[in-house]
């Protein structure tokens, strides 16, 4: 397999491709995924998968971690960051990016999500399930097998059980391998912060988890959970992060909430041994990687009026 290179810093980006590249694809030949490799971003090389069901094009961005330094850290974040805003121009749609450290540490979660992603999955839907609240130990496995992040300091958690198999418009076989009363999804909120605004105060609670098992997709799941906190704990507003590694944050958008800026990138070291990801303390780990991620958009979902 060849593709053209070109050198970014001091490191030649591609040199992954014999290894990681090479990984991704033979995972997607196993999995019965057609595909054709493609350089559309400024050179930058990426995979064209077929989706399983509509039959188009879905972009998948495999990210090695190379960078010994901070500077070339900083050129292949501007690197990727440039290649994703050609890929969603030309494509229409946010491509689907495999950072090398999670899929080494999260292996079966990442070829799930990859999976779904391109079709293969479990269609279920949130008027088949109920919410209920859950406790601490509960959410954190859920969310440690699910989330990039893991569990999240948090007063409100809430599941999302399957109580019923109905209506399933695809994936009917599949779906009926998972047990009522299974838990598929999980949402934590904050506890307020109470700010004046114009006279008045406001309880604002920040969004910080959501996670659905990785070979589902349950529509309405999210919209399901944030009505059924609104109508527990009746905030005046909610926000959260879309992480741009992840998604663009258009299911936020479509739920109402309003974009309201950029939460800047977060410079990470990478242990190769372990592909552990911590964030950078700014202290010199020798043999270690570093890595910076495209940051964060921010949303607000105003639920009363008020001045900002």
């Excluded at 490799?37 to 961005?61: E, F, N, Y």
């Excluded at 859950?134 to 990039?148: E, G, R, Y």
């Excluded at 999302?160 to 391998?177: I, K, P, Q, V």
């Excluded at 006279?199 to 399901?224: D, V």
Aim: hydrophobic share 40%.
């Amino acid at each position: 397999m060849i593709f053209l290179c070109y050198v970014c810093g001091r490191i030649n980006i591609w040199d992954f491709m014999d290894g990681f590249w090479d990984e991704v694809l033979r995972f997607l030949e196993d999995a019965g995924i057609g595909y054709r490799t493609d350089g559309a971003g400024g050179g930058r090389p990426s995979i064209l998968c077929r989706h399983l069901r509509s039959g188009d094009m879905v972009r998948v961005v495999p990210a090695d971690i190379l960078a010994t330094n901070r500077e070339e850290a900083l050129e292949q974040q501007r690197d990727l960051a440039a290649a994703v805003n050609i890929f969603s121009i030309c494509d229409g749609a946010y491509p689907l990016i495999i950072s090398r450290d999670r899929w080494e540490r999260r292996k079966n979660m990442m070829q799930e999500r990859i999976l779904a992603h391109l079709g293969s999955y479990i269609q279920i839907y949130a008027r088949n399930c109920e919410v209920r609240r859950i406790d601490k130990p509960l959410a954190a496995a859920f969310l440690a097998n699910t989330h990039s992040y893991g569990d999240a300091a948090c007063r409100y958690r809430y599941g999302l059980f399957l109580s019923r198999h109905t209506g399933h418009c695809r994936g009917e076989e599949a779906a009926e391998t998972v047990a009522p009363g299974t838990l598929v999804a999980v949402a934590e909120f904050s506890g307020a912060r109470r700010w004046d605004k114009g006279g008045k105060i406001i309880s604002s609670y920040e969004w910080t988890r959501y996670a659905c098992l990785p070979k589902m997709r349950i529509s309405g799941a999210m919209g399901k959970m944030l009505e059924y906190f609104i109508s527990e704990v009746h905030p005046d507003d909610i926000m959260s992060y879309a992480d741009l590694e992840w998604s663009e944050g258009a299911v936020y958008e479509k739920l109402g909430f309003v974009p309201e800026g950029m939460k800047e990138p977060v410079e990470f070291v990478v242990n190769p041994s372990t592909w552990e990801r911590r964030a950078d303390s700014g202290n010199p780990d020798n043999g270690y990687l570093r890595f910076i991620n495209l940051g964060s958009r921010k949303y607000r979902l105003k639920l009363t009026e008020y001045q900002i």
